[in-house]
Protein backbone atom coordinates (compact mmCIF):
# COMPACT_ATOMS: atom_id res chain seq x y z
CA UNK A 1 0.00 0.00 0.00
CA UNK A 2 1.55 3.05 -0.81
CA UNK A 3 1.81 6.35 1.54
CA UNK A 4 2.31 9.58 1.44
CA UNK A 5 3.05 11.03 4.65
CA UNK A 6 2.96 14.89 5.37
CA UNK A 7 4.64 16.66 8.53
CA UNK A 8 6.09 20.33 9.54
CA UNK A 9 2.42 21.63 9.45
CA UNK A 10 1.63 24.37 12.58
CA UNK A 11 0.66 27.71 13.96
CA UNK A 12 3.08 30.63 12.43
CA UNK A 13 2.64 34.32 12.54
CA UNK A 14 2.07 36.58 9.62
CA UNK A 15 5.74 36.61 8.02
CA UNK A 16 6.72 33.25 9.79
CA UNK A 17 8.45 30.16 8.08
CA UNK A 18 7.50 26.68 7.75
CA UNK A 19 9.06 23.74 6.00
CA UNK A 20 6.76 20.52 5.42
CA UNK A 21 7.78 17.48 4.25
CA UNK A 22 6.76 14.27 2.28
CA UNK A 23 7.76 11.11 2.90
CA UNK A 24 6.42 8.62 -0.02
CA UNK A 25 6.67 4.75 0.71
CA UNK A 26 6.85 4.68 -3.54
CA UNK A 27 9.23 2.00 -4.93
CA UNK A 28 10.12 4.42 -8.02
CA UNK A 29 9.68 7.64 -6.08
CA UNK A 30 11.94 9.71 -8.36
CA UNK A 31 9.97 8.80 -11.52
CA UNK A 32 6.83 10.47 -10.32
CA UNK A 33 5.91 13.84 -10.63
CA UNK A 34 5.03 15.51 -6.73
CA UNK A 35 3.03 18.37 -6.34
CA UNK A 36 1.23 19.84 -3.04
CA UNK A 37 -2.05 20.98 -2.28
CA UNK A 38 -3.84 23.16 -0.24
CA UNK A 39 -7.53 23.43 0.74
CA UNK A 40 -9.46 26.24 3.13
CA UNK A 41 -12.23 25.56 4.64
CA UNK A 42 -14.94 26.19 2.21
CA UNK A 43 -13.01 26.77 -0.85
CA UNK A 44 -11.61 24.06 -3.70
CA UNK A 45 -8.22 22.41 -3.14
CA UNK A 46 -5.53 24.44 -5.61
CA UNK A 47 -2.39 23.32 -6.73
CA UNK A 48 0.52 25.15 -4.74
CA UNK A 49 3.64 23.87 -6.45
CA UNK A 50 4.54 20.88 -8.53
CA UNK A 51 8.13 19.76 -9.26
CA UNK A 52 8.77 16.75 -12.15
CA UNK A 53 10.78 14.02 -12.11
CA UNK A 54 13.35 15.76 -14.17
CA UNK A 55 12.70 18.74 -11.53
CA UNK A 56 10.96 21.03 -13.71
CA UNK A 57 9.32 23.34 -10.99
CA UNK A 58 5.89 25.34 -11.28
CA UNK A 59 4.49 27.79 -8.46
CA UNK A 60 0.70 28.21 -8.18
CA UNK A 61 0.36 32.65 -8.56
CA UNK A 62 -0.56 33.14 -4.46
CA UNK A 63 2.85 31.73 -3.73
CA UNK A 64 5.45 32.40 -6.20
CA UNK A 65 8.29 34.62 -4.78
CA UNK A 66 7.54 33.34 -1.23
CA UNK A 67 7.42 29.45 -1.44
CA UNK A 68 10.21 26.86 -3.00
CA UNK A 69 9.20 22.99 -3.33
CA UNK A 70 12.53 20.57 -3.84
CA UNK A 71 12.78 16.81 -3.80
CA UNK A 72 15.23 14.23 -2.51
CA UNK A 73 15.10 11.57 -4.54
CA UNK A 74 17.38 9.45 -2.11
CA UNK A 75 14.90 10.23 0.46
CA UNK A 76 12.07 9.62 -1.23
CA UNK A 77 11.00 12.75 0.41
CA UNK A 78 9.66 15.90 -1.54
CA UNK A 79 10.11 19.51 0.39
CA UNK A 80 8.35 22.54 0.40
CA UNK A 81 9.57 26.12 2.10
CA UNK A 82 7.41 28.23 2.84
CA UNK A 83 8.63 31.83 3.16
CA UNK A 84 6.47 35.00 4.36
CA UNK A 85 3.31 33.16 5.41
CA UNK A 86 -0.01 34.91 5.36
CA UNK A 87 -2.82 34.68 6.43
CA UNK A 88 -4.66 33.18 3.28
CA UNK A 89 -2.17 30.69 3.01
CA UNK A 90 -3.74 28.87 6.21
CA UNK A 91 -5.56 25.47 5.25
CA UNK A 92 -4.55 21.80 5.18
CA UNK A 93 -1.35 20.93 2.97
CA UNK A 94 -1.60 17.71 0.87
CA UNK A 95 1.17 16.13 -0.58
CA UNK A 96 0.06 14.06 -4.35
CA UNK A 97 2.15 11.85 -6.42
CA UNK A 98 1.51 11.40 -10.20
CA UNK A 99 2.81 8.68 -12.59
CA UNK A 100 0.03 6.17 -14.17
CA UNK A 101 -1.97 6.46 -10.74
CA UNK A 102 -2.18 9.52 -8.47
CA UNK A 103 -1.61 9.09 -4.37
CA UNK A 104 -2.77 11.33 -2.06
CA UNK A 105 -1.04 12.05 1.68
CA UNK A 106 -3.59 12.63 4.41
CA UNK A 107 -2.69 16.17 4.47
CA UNK A 108 -0.87 18.61 7.66
CA UNK A 109 -2.68 21.81 8.65
CA UNK A 110 -1.10 24.84 8.54
CA UNK A 111 -2.60 28.25 10.04
CA UNK A 112 -0.97 31.55 9.79
CA UNK A 113 -2.27 33.61 12.13
CA UNK A 114 -2.45 37.78 11.79
Known amino acids: QVQLVESGGGLVQAGGSLRLSCVSS????????MAWYRQAPGTQRELVAV???????SYGDPVKGRFTISRDNAKNTVYLQMNSLKPEDTGVYYC????????WGQGTQVTVSS
Open 96 to 103: NAILAQSY
Open 26 to 33: LSQFSAYV
Open 51 to 57: IGSGGSI
